[in-house]
């Protein structure tokens, strides 16, 4: 086992891999003898793998599916990639971007394109708002002006670019970081910003949600002005350039603003008061509808994008004088993301003229084109991305932020010709992993897979990556093992984009599974509804006839199945141990156990989601894997941030105490300072190493449970085995853990 494990886990914390496993196995034995996989040395594990030559020329080595070594280290996968939050144009048509920089902490820097990209905030403030607890939406540009959002006070600041003067707050300091700001536009009408507030001062668990406007015209900080208020949330003001009026979105509880929305115009007096509303799109009781981003064109009209009738999200026009709403390409396919975070911009008009560039996602891919919207013209546009998201314009050009199953996330600049129907050049611009390419001849390809479930007549969706390695191959007549992935959300998709914590298990000749289960976003309302009051049903179902699915056609190995998944995923992946026995072991990162003691202590945003996802009290009991502990057949390991208000550390301690009391193997390691996601790394002058052992524990974990465990073994909590597992759950840095 120690063999093993060494040949397949890089160094990650003082003690080597090695050393610490011939300490924590002394004994154990392999069921079976493994082929040893070639020794590769720390400076080609570090160095490019050339496509061609990554096996030395030589046939691939026999091993193992699982035991392959490769150069994807957890190192390499939690320091290769930044973040990329909001963009934007500045004043001069150049781009302003958000990155989260692992070497700094996860810090959101406001970087701007030049010949040399330069940051255009000090390196003591970090952008990036904590209003609905996912925050987006943290920065806005006019000409050359930043406001922006900093994350330890969360107040707003007004930040000059490129004259080195410090960010001046436009916004009070209440003592505490209480109050957040997200989505702000400016007013060019009465020279100040507007942007939805989340008020905590008062309850924290029910925040005050309002959309404000904040005086620019002087340096003076200023109280917020109440604009609107009396919903539960707003979200998208957006001010038209050409009138005195402002656009917006607002719904309440139970709707998550994916289920029932509203779109709203209203109109400003002379002194900057709304004094008249009209309601846009989704107040007419027989019609559901969820509007979202809506838009104002140069001209003048209106456009968002809504799911009404066909069950798609797509564009339509206000047509103002008779107050109905037109669509501008109706298509089976969805223009726009649920509105889990703040600033989504999935379309944007092309300088001062009525042509419109959108993206939309159809079938697990996203494409990207051109609407003359005076014509009603359409041209799609051919771009190497599979995947695209934000987009802003300039006259003849546009950014957009893409990725592929090869290519990692990054922002394009796509030339367009004189007729903006036809690409002149692409450029990639920013590249959240621009040293990763280096490994591509080790990069599994996804392939999209459409497969059966449980409900007659019914199909869902996954991505599959089967194990791949140019220095190996897998043993004659063995099948790999297979890691299933569930998205959190549950409201969410997985997209099929290059991502190193995939590749470093498909390169180590794992099998990986990233499904799309019935209740995903980009396939429509319906396909979306299916989880409604089945949210640990149908994807549960979903997920375990998927993996079946795969062994049917003979593609892994029955016997060595497992699932791990974040947050709603992690709930997923409990719910399939505890109801169903298709898999070995599991993983939950910040997953839920309890879903009642989940609605009791999340956040104002979410507080009510479960209303239409789970549905009868009898349904939170019967769907809480906590309350059937007993069903659980396999090893479980929990991982969890302390400072998490999205799903509270409570589920994750609740749920390994009711494990290790049922004699189970389980282990639970916590992490101080994180909240919901994990974002720190390790580096040399720091001791966080979160990320990299996050993965290496999991590996460990996986191995050792498909090498050892079988659920007819006794479950004891004081067994050899669990305990010399425990012993690698050292203590490093601010990491807690708990002996299984």
Aim: charge should be neutral; include cysteine.
């Amino acid at each position: 086992m120690a063999t093993l494990l060494a040949s397949i886990l890089p160094a990650a914390c003082s003690t080597s891999a090695p050393a610490l496993l011939l300490r924590a196995f002394p004994r154990l034995r392999l069921r079976r003898p493994l082929a040893s996989p070639p020794r590769m040395s720390s400076s080609s594990a570090a160095a490019s793998p050339a496509p061609a030559d990554a096996a030395g020329g030589e046939r691939p080595t026999a091993a193992p599916f699982g035991s392959w070594r490769s150069p994807i280290t957890a190192d390499v996968v939690s320091g290769a990639s930044k973040r990329l939050g909001d963009i934007a144009l500045a004043g001069d048509g150049r781009l302003l971007w958000i990155e989260g920089r692992p070497e700094e902490k996860g810090r959101m820097v406001i970087v701007k394109e030049d010949d040399k990209p330069a940051d255009i905030i000090p390196q003591e403030f970090a952008a990036r708002t904590l209003a609905q607890e996912y925050g987006g939406g943290a920065f806005a540009v006019q000409d050359n002006v930043v406001v922006f959002s900093n994350y330890k006070d969360q107040r707003l600041y007004k930040q000059p670019i490129g004259t080195g003067s410090l960010p001046v707050p436009l916004t009070p300091d209440y003592g505490a970081p209480d109050v957040s700001y997200a989505d702000g536009v400016f007013d060019p009408h009465f020279s100040r910003y507007i942007t939805v507030m989340e008020d905590r001062r008062t309850s924290s668990l029910n925040p005050a949600t309002t959309i404000v406007s904040i005086n620019l015209s002087n340096g003076d900080v200023h109280e917020p002005k109440v604009l609107i208020s009396g919903n539960d949330f707003y979200a998208s003001p957006r001010i038209d350039p050409t009138k005195k009026r402002m656009a917006w979105i607002e719904w309440g509880h139970p709707n998550m603003p994916w289920d029932k929305s509203e779109l709203w115009v209203g109109y400003f007096s002379e002194s900057g008061d709304l004094t008249e509303r009209v309601c846009v799109a989704g107040s007419n009781p027989m019609l559901v509808e969820s509007p979202a981003e809506p838009k104002w064109s140069p001209k003048g009209e209106l456009f968002f994008v809504t799911d009404r009738g066909s069950g798609f999200w797509n564009i339509y026009k206000w047509v103002e004088h008779t107050n109905e709403v037109v669509p501008m390409y109706a298509l089976d396919a969805e223009f726009t993301r649920p509105l889990w975070v703040f600033g989504i911009n999935s379309y944007d008009f092309l300088g001062k003229s009525n042509h419109i560039v959108f993206t939309y996602r159809q079938l697990g891919k996203s494409y990207i084109g051109v609407l003359d919207c005076d014509s009603g013209s359409v041209s799609l546009l051919d771009i190497p991305f599979s995947d695209l998201s934000n987009v802003v314009t300039g006259n003849d050009y546009f950014y957009i932020e893409g990725a592929s199953g090869s290519i990692p996330t990054s922002i394009a600049k796509v030339t367009l010709d004189g007729n903006k129907t036809k690409v002149i050049s692409f450029s990639i611009v920013w590249s959240s992993s621009p040293d990763v390419m280096q490994y591509r001849s080790f990069f599994s390809t996804p392939e999209f897979i459409e497969f059966p479930t449980s409900s007659p007549e019914q199909k869902a969706y996954a991505y599959f990556y089967p194990p791949l390695n140019p220095m190996f191959e897998g043993l004659p007549d063995e099948k790999p093992p297979l890691l299933v992935k569930t998205h959190g959300g549950p409201t969410a998709e997985t997209r099929g984009v290059l991502d190193l914590s995939v590749q470093y298990w498909t390169s180590r000749g794992w099998a990986f599974l990233d499904v799309n289960y019935g209740g995903s976003t980009g396939y429509g309302r319906e396909y979306r509804e299916r989880l409604l009051k089945k949210w640990g049903i149908v994807d549960v179902d979903d997920c375990c006839s998927c993996a079946r699915f795969l062994v049917e056609n003979g593609k892994v190995d029955e016997q060595r199945l497992c699932i791990t998944g974040r947050s709603a995923g992690g709930y997923t992946t409990l719910a399939s141990l505890a109801f169903r026995d298709t898999f070995k072991a599991g993983a939950s990162l910040y997953g839920i156990g309890d879903i009642t003691l989940l609605r009791a202590e999340t956040h104002k945003f979410e507080s009510r989601y479960m209303d239409n996802l789970v549905g009868s009290e009898g349904a939170y009991y019967e769907r809480s894997p906590i309350n059937f502990v007993n069903k659980f057949t396999c090893p479980v390991i929990l991982f969890q941030g302390l400072d998490d208000k999205v799903v509270p550390p409570d589920q994750a301690r609740k749920i390994y105490k009711a494990l290790k009391e049922s004699g189970l193997p389980v282990a639970l390691v916590e992490y101080e300072g994180e909240q919901h996601g994990f974002r720190k790394v390790r580096y040399r002058t720091n001791t966080n190493c979160i990320v990299p052992l996050t993965l290496l524990t999991l590996l460990t974990f996986k191995v050792f449970i498909l090498t050892f465990f079988t659920p007819s073994r006794p479950k004891t909590s004081s067994s050899p085995w669990s305990s010399r597992w425990c012993f690698l759950l050292e203590r490093s840095g601010n990491l807690r853990w708990q002996m299984i």
